[in-house]
């Protein structure tokens, strides 16, 4: 099977920002919805369900086979579970604080799969990696605005430290399903792989629904407010992971994957645009850090 050209680079570049802003903007949706009084389980069953349609639909008319390579089954199912466990904890810290803060712990990712790889047998992080973790951190403190939030103990979200450390939860999680999706599951199509991932997190969520572990998880919306936001969610998580699974192929993701961290900037602007969450002035410097430092972290070398 011949591997498709690739887009010319500004096309592609283009496309992921693209796809950056739909994302962003399924997290806007989802606050809409939880404010809404929509549970956490029912927006994540709804998103992964219908994804999982349409990618299952994709597949069956590309006819792939879904076999397993011997030993991956019990890979498969850890990732699968640690992208539920990611979106319950993404979610769940959207519900809580402003979605851009959310979004910023969640995407420091790439800093903690690094140090995993290293705790993991892999190489020592360099020291252009420790400087750039150095000022993710520091980004963070401010884009948190950690100073005043210690000084002030009558904090006026109380859910504040809830929040921050479910997203950090969720940013964890996902370094692990990107290291075992390195590690242990190479040999593994990425459509079997992505398919089967979206099977265990619709089938989790699922029975954390009917366990009753989340009393409220499963809640409906309490208005047609609510159901428009959770459709929109849903539709824009959709057509963005269904958009970059098909193109994927064609993004050279090698050198083009850093402009997918314009997520954070959107999820601020369209927050202060919509929900009406600012910022002070020093957390929008530290959130420029941030995405600053992840850039320049994941950031690869042509050539």
């Not at 500004?10 to 399924?26: D, M, P, R, Y």
């Not at 850093?258 to 009406?276: C, F, K, S």
Request: a positive charge.
């Amino acid at each position: 099977m011949a591997v498709p050209a690739p887009f010319p680079r500004k096309l592609a570049i283009a496309l992921l920002a693209l796809l950056a802003c739909s994302f962003a903007g399924n997290h806007i949706a989802a606050r809409f919805a939880f404010d809404d009084g929509t549970g956490v389980l029912l927006a994540i069953l709804c998103r992964s369900g219908i994804t999982l349609l349409v990618l299952a639909g994709l597949l069956a008319w590309q006819r792939q086979p879904l076999a397993l390579p011997a030993g991956t089954l019990r890979w498969q199912l850890l990732l699968g579970l640690l992208i539920a466990t990611q979106s319950l904890c993404l979610y769940s810290a959207v519900a809580r604080i402003p979605v851009a803060l959310a979004l910023l712990v969640g995407n420091t990712f790439p800093m903690l799969l690094a140090l995993l790889s290293w705790a993991l047998g892999g190489p020592r992080p360099t020291g252009r990696t420790v400087l750039f973790m150095g000022l993710i951190l520091c980004g963070l403190v401010l884009a948190l605005d950690v100073p005043a939030r210690l000084a002030d103990s009558s904090s006026a979200n109380p859910h504040w430290t809830l929040g921050v450390s479910l997203a950090f939860c969720a940013a964890c999680a996902f370094a692990c399903a990107l290291w075992i999706t390195d590690h242990k599951l190479a040999a593994l199509r990425g459509p079997v792989r992505s398919l089967l991932t979206l099977v265990i997190v619709f089938s989790s969520m699922l029975l954390a629904g009917m366990s009753g572990v989340m009393p409220a998880g499963l809640s409906a919306p309490g208005s047609g407010t609510g159901w428009l936001a959770l459709a929109s969610l849903v539709v824009l998580y959709g057509v963005a992971f269904t958009l970059l699974f098909v193109c994927v192929p064609r993004l050279n993701m090698a050198q083009n994957a850093p402009v997918m961290n314009i997520e954070p900037i959107a999820t601020l602007l369209l927050g202060w645009a919509l929900l009406d969450q600012h910022l002070s002035g020093l957390q929008l410097l530290g959130g420029a850090v941030v995405v600053a430092g992840i850039v320049l972290l994941t950031w690869r070398r042509s050539g």
